[in-house]
């Protein structure tokens, strides 16, 4: 952690697959730590394989440790909504499975009202094609991935999936929020 004096929050977030989105969050100005992991389901101490199967009730999540004197949970709902899609129930691009369904664990009373709040803007503006199927639930117990998970895209660059799935998703990122990117 960079903050001095403990003035963090907590954000977690399932938007698919957890190696594209901790490299996303990864990259945001005042997010102090991201941590690949498993929330959401009723299997205690899943294992990526469990979770895998879909029958845990675990989504591949990120938890965010950020500094919201830098950057608030309502920037951070831009980014999640803007960097996945929200409208497609246990999916996302080539993944499938309830384990990628798009999802924000809220942690207190104002996480969960602004997300509620933007869900319902976002839809009431059409700003996509279909309705937003974004579960807004409390957060529960977070799993950590296994090591190999974690810091997984800045640690396996030329690995075929990172230069194909993850690399195009960062650009878009970095074009389109360029002013929130570390400097």
């Known amino acids: ?9 907590i954000a977690t977030f399932g938007n698919g697959c957890f190696w594209c989105t901790e490299a996303i969050f990864q990259r945001v100005e005042g997010v102090e730590k991201v941590v690949s992991g498993y929330t959401g389901g009723a299997v205690k101490n899943p294992t990526y394989k469990e979770v895998c199967t879909g029958l845990t009730g675990h989504a591949e999540a990120i938890q965010i440790t950020f500094d919201p004197r830098k950057i608030s949970f309502t920037e951070l709902l831009e980014i999640f ?11 996302q691009g080539a993944d499938v499975g309830t384990q990628y369904r798009s999802a924000i664990f ?14 319902q803007k976002l839809n009431a503006a059409g700003a996509f094609d279909k309705p ?11 799993y950590t991935a296994e090591n190999y998970h974690q810091n997984y895209y800045n ?28 400097r």
Request: hydrophobic share 30%; with cysteine; glycine share 2%.
């Open 1 to 9: 952690m960079t903050s001095t004096d403990g003035n963090v929050e």
């Open 81 to 91: 909504w803007q960097t996945h899609d929200p409208t497609t129930l246990n999916r």
């Open 106 to 119: 809220y942690h207190n009373e104002t996480q969960k009202k602004l997300a509620e709040e933007y869900k």
């Open 132 to 142: 937003i199927v974004t579960e807004i639930t409390q957060a529960v117990v977070f």
């Open 155 to 182: 640690l396996n660059g030329k690995a075929p999936y990172c230069s194909y799935v993850i690399e195009p998703k960062l650009e878009k990122f970095e074009k389109v929020f360029s002013k929130k990117l570390k």
